[in-house]
């Protein structure tokens, strides 16, 4: 089955502590993207990439970092300079530039919380 | 004004009724629109395309009026599975091929038996 995974669905970390966010999708997308929601919040996108070896920041990058350094593949890097990381986190892809670049799908999201 | 504006919610509505979302956007470069339904805890999933002369699938009609820069949806004969919250989401295009969603806070909906 063609999809988007996240791993882990929960993550606990303390705060300082630097953590990384694994996305990977097996559906031959170019673009992938990185969001956050809160609660009651709509999401927002904190990194992009359109094609492998370049990202792009999002609309609150800061404290957070990218590599996209495979195609199927986009970690997200939560920083300890981020001074609210605990958020629900969602990866998406679509197809990138062309014919039906609009959809994205989903993965199923990481909930981290740091304390 | 916020890109994305959507009813504050929540609607809450007896089985079987017609229940409507409005959403604005204030980007009027914006070129495509989406609504978008998320379960509690879940990520979002694509509901409908809303195209310039409106669309229906099945319940589900979507309307789009670019001159007021306003999106809705209808909801008909609500079912219990129809509780969710619904986002309004726009796409505009960003530069050199890209294009980036903006996603409005959402509507929650809560179909009582």
């Known amino acids: 089955d063609g999809g988007i995974t996240q791993s882990p669905k929960y993550l606990f970390r303390k705060e300082g502590q630097n953590v990384t966010l694994s996305c990977e999708q097996n559906l031959n997308h170019d673009a992938m993207y990185w969001y956050r929601q809160d609660p009651g919040q709509g999401l927002r996108l904190i990194y992009y990439s359109q094609i492998v070896n ?15 350094e495979k195609k199927e593949s986009f970690p997200l890097t939560v920083t300890s300079a981020q001074k609210n990381p605990t958020a629900f986190y969602l990866c998406a892809s679509n197809p990138g530039r062309g014919s039906r670049s609009y959809e994205q799908y989903f993965g199923p999201g990481t909930r981290l919380t740091v304390t | 004004r916020k890109e994305v504006e959507q009813d ?24 495509s629109f989406f609504w978008y339904r998320q ?9 409908m395309s ?7 699938d099945g319940r589900f009609t979507a309307q789009l009026n670019r001159a007021s820069q ?3 949806l209808l909801i ?4 219990l599975s129809d509780s969710a919250t619904y986002l309004c989401v726009v796409n505009k295009y960003s530069g050199a091929g890209s294009y980036q969603l903006t996603f409005g806070k ?3 909906l809560s179909v009582i038996p």
């Open chain 2, 50 to 56: 809303v195209y310039s002369s409106g669309n229906e």
């Open chain 2, 76 to 79: 008909r004969d609500s079912k």
């Open chain 1, 54 to 68: 370049d990202f792009q920041k999002g609309d609150i990058a800061e404290g957070y970092s990218v590599s996209r």
């Open chain 2, 39 to 47: 379960d509690c805890r879940k990520e979002p999933k694509l509901l």
């Open chain 2, 8 to 31: 504050p919610g929540p609607f809450n509505v007896p089985e079987g009724a017609t229940v409507a979302f409005n959403c604005t956007y204030s980007n009027s470069a914006s070129q």
């Open chain 2, 106 to 108: 959402g509507t929650k």
């Open chain 2, 70 to 72: 306003y999106i809705s």
